[in-house]
C-alpha cells in the first residue's frame, strides 16, 4: 500500500508562512514598546522643543554669569529666564532701587554685599548651572515690581527650579540683615547649595591701626618727660565710658548683622530709625540708644558731683537741677523705646 504524500511545491508556502507571522508580531511588538516608551510623534516633538529651549536658556544665563557675577534683568528676561518653564535652575533675584533719585543708601548697602555673594559663588569651585544671581532694578522693571505687589526695596526672593516660590523663599531683611554671610546660609537653606564667602583685602583697618599706633607714640615721644597723664583717672573713665557706650547701643550686633541705616515707607515716605521688633534694629536706632544712654550717664555724674563736691550751696542745687533733669527726660525716653520695641511683658495688661 502506497502512502500519496503532498508535493513539494505544496508544502513550501506553508512551511514558509509560520516565519513571516513570527517577524510580523514581534514587528508590532517593537513598535508598541517604541509608541510606550517615546510617545506619539507630536509628544516626542514636543519634549525636544522644552529640551532645547532649556539648553538654550541656561546657555544664555551661564554666558552673562561668566561676564559678570549678577546679571541685570529687565521685565521681559525676567519673566523669560526667571518665571516661564522650562527650568531646572534656581534663580536669586534683588528688587532695588540704585539710581541716585531714589536716595536709597540701604539699597546700595545691600547691593554690595549681594555683589560679594554673587563673586563668591562665580569663582568658587563648586560653581554650576544649578544657581544663578540677578537683579532688577525699579527704573528698569518697574512691571516686574507690579506683578509682584512688591513695595519695599531691596528685597531678596529665591525662585526654584519647579514650582511657585514659597514664603520662606523670600528673605526676612528687617530680622537678619543682608550681610553676604547670612544671605549665603539662607540660600543654603533654600537650595543645598553651600556659598564660602570671600571677602576682598580690606586695609582700612589695618591703616586706621597704624595711623593710631603712630598718634599715640608720637605722643608718647613728646610727652616723654612728663607721663602723668597715663595716669589720669578721668581719661581712662572717658575711654572706658566710650566702649560700655558702643557695646550696650548693639554696635557689635551691627557689624555682625549688617542692618540698614533706616527704614523709608514707600507708600507715604516715613522714615523709621526704630525697628518695631524686638528681635532687630536699625544702625540710627544703635546711635540714638548711644546717645541717650550717654545723656543718662551725665546726669548721674552731675548727681554724684552735687552730691559730695563742697561748692557753693546754690551751685550745687543748680548741678543737681540739671543731672535729676538729665537723668529723668531721657531714662523715660529710653523706657517708651523699649516698650515700642517689647509690647509684651512687663507693659502687657
Request: charged share 20%.
Amino acid at each position: 500500500m502506497l502512502l500519496l504524500l503532498p508535493a513539494a511545491e505544496d508544502q513550501h508556502p506553508a512551511n514558509c508562512s509560520i516565519p513571516r507571522r513570527k517577524r510580523r508580531r514581534k514587528k508590532r511588538r517593537r513598535k508598541r514598546r517604541r509608541r510606550q516608551h517615546h510617545g506619539p510623534p507630536g509628544q516626542r516633538h514636543a519634549a525636544k522643543a522644552r529640551q532645547n529651549l532649556l539648553a538654550e536658556k541656561v546657555e544664555q544665563l551661564m554666558d552673562w554669569s561668566v561676564r559678570r557675577s549678577v546679571i541685570r534683568m529687565n521685565g521681559d528676561k525676567f519673566r523669560r529666564f526667571v518665571k516661564a518653564p522650562p527650568r531646572n535652575y534656581s534663580v536669586v533675584v534683588m528688587f532695588t532701587a540704585l539710581q541716585p533719585q531714589r536716595q536709597c543708601s540701604v539699597c546700595r548697602q545691600a547691593n554690595e554685599e549681594y555683589q560679594v555673594l554673587a563673586n563668591s559663588w562665580r569663582y568658587s569651585s563648586v560653581f554650576s548651572n544649578k544657581l544663578f544671581f540677578s537683579v532688577v532694578d525699579y527704573d528698569e522693571g518697574a512691571d516686574v515690581f507690579q506683578q509682584l505687589n512688591m513695595n519695599s526695596a531691596p528685597t531678596f526672593m529665591h525662585f526654584p527650579p519647579k514650582g511657585k516660590p514659597k514664603r520662606a523663599d523670600t528673605f526676612d531683611l528687617q530680622r537678619i540683615g543682608f550681610a553676604a554671610e547670612q544671605l549665603a546660609k539662607w540660600i543654603a537653606d533654600r537650595t543645598d547649595v553651600h556659598i564660602r564667602v570671600f571677602r576682598p583685602p580690606n586695609y582700612s583697618g589695618t591703616i586706621a591701626l597704624a595711623l593710631l599706633i603712630s598718634l599715640v607714640g608720637g605722643l608718647l615721644y613728646l610727652r616723654r618727660n612728663n607721663l602723668e597723664f597715663i595716669y589720669n583717672k578721668t581719661g581712662w573713665a572717658m575711654a572706658s565710658l566710650c566702649v560700655v557706650f558702643a557695646m550696650t547701643s548693639g554696635q557689635m550686633w551691627n557689624h555682625i548683622r549688617g542692618p540698614p541705616y533706616a527704614h523709608k515707607n514707600p507708600q507715604n515716605g516715613q522714615v523709621s530709625y526704630i525697628h518695631g521688633s524686638s528681635q532687630a534694629q536699625f544702625v540710627a536706632e544703635s546711635h540714638i540708644i548711644l546717645l541717650l544712654n550717654a545723656a543718662i550717664t551725665m546726669g548721674m555724674v552731675l548727681l554724684n558731683e552735687a552730691a559730695t563736691s563742697k561748692g557753693d550751696v546754690s551751685k550745687r542745687r543748680i548741678i543737681c537741677l540739671v543731672g535729676l533733669g538729665l537723668v529723668v527726660f531721657f531714662f523715660s525716653f529710653l523706657l517708651s523705646i523699649f516698650r515700642s520695641k517689647y509690647h509684651g511683658y512687663p507693659y502687657s495688661a
